[in-house]
């Protein structure tokens, strides 16, 4: 097997360069990749400075940089030389097998769909991320934020992806495909979901049926497919619960010496469940349609999440993930069986 | 002041009659309002045997039960002897002032809709919770769950009746009105809420601009509106993760005897945390924008939930929050200056 070689975008996301070479430091001979840090070399050279010779490492000067709060489509327009887009083009020449970011997510997206493009036969790409349910149980969520008005042809799409991702990648037999909505009965739901409903049960995935959001955390689906705005609110939300939580947690334990002391007991049980949630254990988000691999970390990304988005990068190389998604693109018109012509040739949702 | 006729379902939710009764029974002489207690007079006088005579109750036949899984609109027409249709109809010829039920949500929306009808000017009604944010501040979330499909229109009358809800109930002046969305930005969100975010940005409300998921449990808002199937997944997506952070604290605690009794000492905190984001402590649901006071608590609702929902209904007849409604009715044509015709007379968004 050839070495995966992995661009990281040093200069995304809040703690760039610092966290992300980091991160790189973390991975450089650990997981058996070459890495090829792009942004400004200055800054990055900087950060390697003092760490000795690394090998496997190599820097590629990009000078500009988009921000976190820049508009996406005009950020990758008037910066062609940003981080973001000088990785992704390494990527689409051949010069690289994956492209990881912690960076701008929407300029990221905006800038795959102009370098790379989508894969032949998939209308739109999608964000996908792992979800931590209950007992070490992995759902992928998509999409989770890539498109915030979808058409039924598009979840469709996605639990194909989301399918035959988690079969590739964690090699699950038969990925039970779950729908987001608000009630188990197949009549509960809003118009989109009323009709991806019937897609999906009229596809050959193993389709369960709707899932609610209480029902994310039990690992009831190996899949669960939604529009990109829903998906990002689920996200959002949980974070915000999560913290909720914890912050009361906190706050319980400096009440008095002795919740003081039951507190450093349990904390590092606590540490534990706070990191199922953490952002940093899973390797971000995969920008799946598009035609190459992407992985999108948290803005907030430190050296481990940066680690975790370069690992599951490498595992996507490794695995194949990209000539699945290809090979996903060219069966779904053939699949579509209960689409009404929504998967047909031709309508793939394009748009 | 006169004293508020509250009508309760006694056969609605998970654990009716028993825990209906047992509410009623502990509002009884302590709310200060009439009770009447509506469902099959047999099942009720079993429950309240052996308490004694009980001042303030009393008990109204209704033979039929309307089931949590019935399918909402068929379940009314068939049963029209239903508790929640018999106790609709008393607040509708003005023998009772409020409904309180935990039984199935989806049938008495329906059945609502055909008794009391909608409140003159408003095109659909809402279903709204209060969210227990941090540091004991409260925001009210509308529409969780009545229109899964919504057009602008709707998100922006929704705003006017939460403001005017917040302000009533809790004497809240000016209140913060939030758009949900997947972004601070107005360029961020879906058609829906980009739409919605130009008509709040011309009204007269005190519109603080999109609020995310995350910021939810922060208390930002006072008020934040979304369509019904939005809302629905946050409530559900919330209460998911809090389970599943209790679940594993709880297996934590189970870990060994040192973290036992660690978790004695935090467990009367961790309750307190747990009941923030307990259905019980907070009134259920209101139904606005139908021409009464409907109060709908969820299924599992026990003893104490079902009080507190009596009381949040006392609440609003007390405050007078249906002539309030009657009044945004009235004001939002007037008002929609920023709604392009949206809010004008005659187009109220009814259908």
Known sequence: MTTPRIVLDAMGGDNAPGEPVAGALMAAGVLGVEL??????????????????????????????????????????????????????????????????????????????????????????????????????LTMLLDVGANADCRPVHLFQ????????????????????????????????????????????????????????????????????????????????????????????????????WNKAAGLILMSELRKVKRRLDYAEYGGAQLVGVDGIVVIGHGRSNARAIYNALKAARDAVHNGVLETMRAVGKEIPARGQGGAGEGAAGDNGED
Chains 1, 2 share one sequence.
Not at 201 to 214: C, T, Y
């Open 158 to 257: 996605f639990a194909h992806m989301g399918a035959a991702y988690m079969e590739r990648m964690f090699g699950v037999a038969r990925p039970r495909v779950g729908l987001l909505s608000i009630g188990e009965e197949e009549s509960k739901g809003n118009q989109l979901t009323l009709e991806v409903h019937q897609l999906l049960r009229g596809s050959r995935l193993n389709f369960i049926g709707n899932v609610e959001g209480k029902d994310l955390p039990k690992g009831m689906a190996d899949v669960v497919v939604m529009d990109g705005f829903t998906g990002n609110v689920v996200l959002k939300t949980a974070e915000g619960i999560a913290e909720l939580l914890f912050g009361e947690l906190r706050k319980a334990v400096e009440l008095t010496p």
């Open 36 to 137: 090829i840090l792009v942004g400004r070399r200055e800054a990055i050279e900087a950060e390697l400075r003092g760490t000795g010779t690394i090998r496997d490492v190599r820097v590629v000067e990009a000078p500009d940089v988009i921000e976190m709060e820049e508009h996406p489509t005009e950020a990758v327009r008037s910066k062609p030389k940003s981080s973001i887009v000088v990785g992704l083009e390494m990527v689409k020449r051949g010069e690289a097998d994956a492209f990881v970011t912690a960076g701008n997510t929407g300029a990221t997206m905006a800038a795959a769909l102009l370098t790379l493009g989508r894969v032949r036969g998939i209308g739109r790409p999608a964000l996908a991320t792992i979800f931590p349910a209950a007992d070490g149980k």
